[in-house]
């Protein structure tokens, strides 16, 4: 017997309370939008709702952003042990996705977060919250359309295990371990990428000397379009033949397939259309907004699509692609409201340095190299990572799975 079981023996023999959230919440309210030009690098620490889907796991300790308070109007705080929910999203089966803040600041909470404090182990709630049985909670009854709600009302309706305190610090010890070890191993791939983009960015640095000309990705382009998202309530525009690509699947990766299909009608009835094969598609609304794909085979694409079909007379798809992933931040700051959106003028707008093609292609042929080298190297990092985490996944599931107390 080991030791958490000898301590639900001990202290819980009957079984495990339940609770919902409006009973173990001391209070529960949502955070005040801090639009993307109010962020500063320095200031009061503040976290905005993307940056939960993102940025933070299940706990954090620090924040990636920060603000000048006098510029946010009614101020909504949070600090040490709140758990925060991302309120608003693009995914059903993401929605509310919840973490935990351990640090010891005071930090301000943006719009569609909804902060709530309690007096459990803040980690403990955050772990049962990230279960799969508790998103399924989160996603109930959420309809899926352009964007995603959740609501305070509908949050303090889930439903979790709540064990006396010493259960829930040493389930808390479990998991922690569990997670520091793929943490270990995402460092390490982080790092590889980073080094593949420091030499990626050098490659694309060019001197007031060089040979380039500066025009923007639309002068570059003979062709940009974004798609269309067919109405959910036809349940006949969906599970067809026809690849439809999502803004989340966007992620510097070239795309042979989609996780979406719609119907020829689905199609014919919607602004979603078919786009040619090697297109540069960038993101410009939701959490992978500024990112970019190419598309290795002929698919459609939603609206929060930016599609750029190269005149290839001027600059190629794939040093194109390289650009524009080398521009991510900078393309990211361009974002506007409270979402921070992109739209297709500030994509068309962006410049682009145009070296004459040979010089493209060398750029391109090292850069494929380098990145198929950075692949090899870190070919197994990937598959064990996601072993982990679906082992992790399992684990976690299982530990806060109790005998319900029976009153």
Not at 198 to 206: D, I
Not at 344 to 354: A, D, F
Request: aromatic fraction near 8%; charge should be neutral; charged fraction near 25%.
């Amino acid at each position: 017997m080991n030791k958490l079981e000898k301590l639900l023996q001990k202290l819980c023999p009957k079984g495990v309370e339940r609770k919902t959230l409006g009973e173990i919440a001391s209070d529960m309210y949502r955070g005040s939008g801090i639009k993307r030009d109010q962020v500063t690098e320095a200031g009061t620490p503040c976290v905005r709702y993307g940056e939960i889907y993102t940025t933070y796991n299940i706990w954090f300790d620090t924040c990636v952003s920060h603000t000048d308070p006098n510029t946010v109007q009614g101020r909504k705080y949070f600090e040490h042990g709140d758990i925060l929910f991302a309120i608003t999203g693009e995914n059903v089966n993401e929605i509310a996705k919840s973490c935990v803040y351990v640090g010891h600041e005071k930090c301000l909470a943006g719009g569609d977060i909804v902060v709530m404090k309690h007096n459990e182990d803040p980690k403990y709630i955050a772990y049962a919250l990230s279960t799969t049985e508790a998103q399924m909670q989160k996603s109930k009854g959420k309809v899926k359309s352009k964007v995603v709600h959740s609501s305070v009302p509908a949050l303090k309706t889930i439903e979790i295990p709540v064990p006396p305190l010493r259960v829930q610090q040493e389930i808390v010890r479990v998991l922690d371990n569990f997670t520091e070890l793929t943490a270990e191993l995402t460092a390490e791939l982080t790092a590889r990428k980073k080094q593949y983009e420091y030499y990626r960015n050098l490659l694309l640095s060019f001197g007031d000397g060089s040979s380039v000309q500066w025009l923007t990705l639309g002068e570059v382009c003979k062709g940009v379009s974004s798609g269309g998202t067919p109405l959910k309530s036809h349940t006949d525009y969906y599970g067809g033949s026809i690849p439809w690509l999502r803004t989340q699947e966007v992620k510097f990766v070239d795309i042979t397939e989609t996780e979406n299909r719609i119907t020829q009608l689905g199609l014919e009835n919607s602004s979603a259309k078919w786009i040619p094969v090697n297109c540069v598609i960038v993101a410009i609304s939701g959490a992978t907004a500024a990112r970019c794909a190419i598309n290795k085979v002929p698919l459609t694409t939603n609206q929060h699509c930016c599609n750029l079909e190269i005149n290839e007379s001027l600059a190629l798809y794939r040093y194109v692609f390289f650009w524009v992933s080398s521009q991510y931040e900078q393309l990211k700051a361009l974002g506007q409201g409270a979402r921070s959106d992109l739209n297709v003028g500030i994509i068309t707008q962006y410049p682009i340095p145009v070296p004459p093609l040979e010089k493209q292609q060398r750029i391109v042929a090292i850069l494929d190299r380098f990145d198929a080298l950075c692949n090899d190297l870190t070919s197994g990092l990937p598959a064990e990572i996601e072993a982990r985490r679906k082992q992790y996944a399992y684990y976690r599931d299982k530990l806060l799975t109790f005998k319900e107390a029976v009153s």
